[in-house]
């Protein structure tokens, strides 16, 4: 066993910077998609998760469906954000008619938006 786990180490070690996970902090899916829905996936379909917004270490994400096998979901910059995921999920957000009360959009350029 421990020769195994000596096999791991140095394979973890030898991986190039790049494939080493860029961004540490608790993760939460906030936009699950129905179990229904997941449980009943089509041909070639399948979940990813766009990690949208990271606020004060707490990286946001998102459910979504892709047919497509190299999508490996979409993820934002340290500190920043996905502008097209959070304008799409400001849609229908419950708060879309008070600007300012959404945590999703606040600070982003999807808080200045006027509900239409």
């Not at 936009?31 to 399948?46: I, Q, T, V, Y």
Request: hydrophobic share 30%; with cysteine.
């Amino acid at each position: 066993m421990r020769s195994v786990e000596n096999r791991l180490w140095k394979l973890e070690a030898n991986r190039s910077q790049s494939e080493r996970p860029a961004i540490e902090g608790l993760a939460t899916v906030a936009h699950g998609l129905p179990r229904e829905r997941k449980e009943n996936l089509a041909a070639g379909e399948r979940v990813v998760i766009d990690w949208y917004r990271i606020v004060s270490g707490v990286i946001w994400g998102r459910e979504r469906l892709s047919n497509d096998p190299a999508d490996r979901g979409q993820c934002c910059e340290p500190s920043g954000y996905l502008v097209d995921v959070i304008q799409e999920l400001h849609q229908a957000c419950s708060y879309r008619e008070q600007p300012g009360s959404c945590a999703t959009c606040q600070g982003t350029p999807v808080a200045d938006c006027q509900p239409q």
